[in-house]
């Protein structure tokens, strides 16, 4: 059995608790990674001390949170001995919930490259370490959970946007069908290259020429309410919504596990987030499995 079917299997119980632990090398994606379990409506906590992962686990199972799926963070921001103690408090949950260590991988040169290209410091970069030494710093704490992993993802080849596919392909559930991704893009930085469906939303009212609105995104009320207002936005969702509730059952029924619709206006911020948000909340309504990554934003 695939790790996938071991995960999210549909003969498996209803009630089984599934924690997923993230962890690998800074700069290799799990941020991407566990915003991508976020959007497949897993209960998300980044950086989370090992000593805490059974109270979470408690929580979730007799407490308020009452989700059957978690996914945690973990990263060299925690202290060493977190590290240490991780495989015995992986191995004393697992009686009560299915244990899965993912490991996001990657390797030295294109980490270094990374870092550079974003200019973000290392987490390591504080213990006065060079950026190559804090990489090798950081591989030798995380040898012992490489080692347990369930399953290692090399990211090295990978952009965000075939991570989060690969992400989502891998632990939507299997009564999901199809999953869907929807993101936002700017025309002006060209087309997204995993895009199936394109939509042109430039033919909308533009929050950007609004002083008070531009410096806000899509997601936030101001900007909300403005697109809300205007008639043409709302026959544009409709007609969208109606068009890919046409289509989308007949690519399920030709067997597809994922289709990505990008929507694009002049910048990214502001029409296209809008419209990414409103679909995905309306899809989500009826299904699991559905996405939402913003290429400008993020």
Known sequence: MSLQESIFSSADDPNAIHLVVLTGMSGGGKTVALR????LEFYCVDNLPSALLPQLVNAATHGDIHRRRIAVGVDVRNR??????????????????????????????????????TRRRHPLATRGLSLADAIAEERRLLRPLMAIAE??????????????RLIATGYAQTTAGLTLMFQSFAFRRGLPLDSDFVFDARCLPNPHWNPTLRPLSGKDGPVRDFLDAQAMVGEYFSDTTRWLDNWLPRFEAD???????????????HRSVYLVEKLAAHYRTGREGVLTFHRELE
């Open 255 to 269: 067997d597809r596990s994922y289709v990505t619709i990008s929507i694009g206006c002049t910048g990214g911020r």
């Open 36 to 39: 991508a379990l976020e959007d």
């Open 151 to 164: 399953r290692v993802i090399d990211s090295s080849e990978l952009n965000v946007h075939q991570l989060r």
């Open 80 to 117: 060493d001995e977190d590290f240490r103690h991780m495989p015995k408090v992986l191995s004393s949950l697992a009686s009560a919930v299915h244990v899965h260590l993912i490991f996001i991988d990657c390797n030295d040169a294109v980490l270094i490259k990374r870092y550079s290209e």
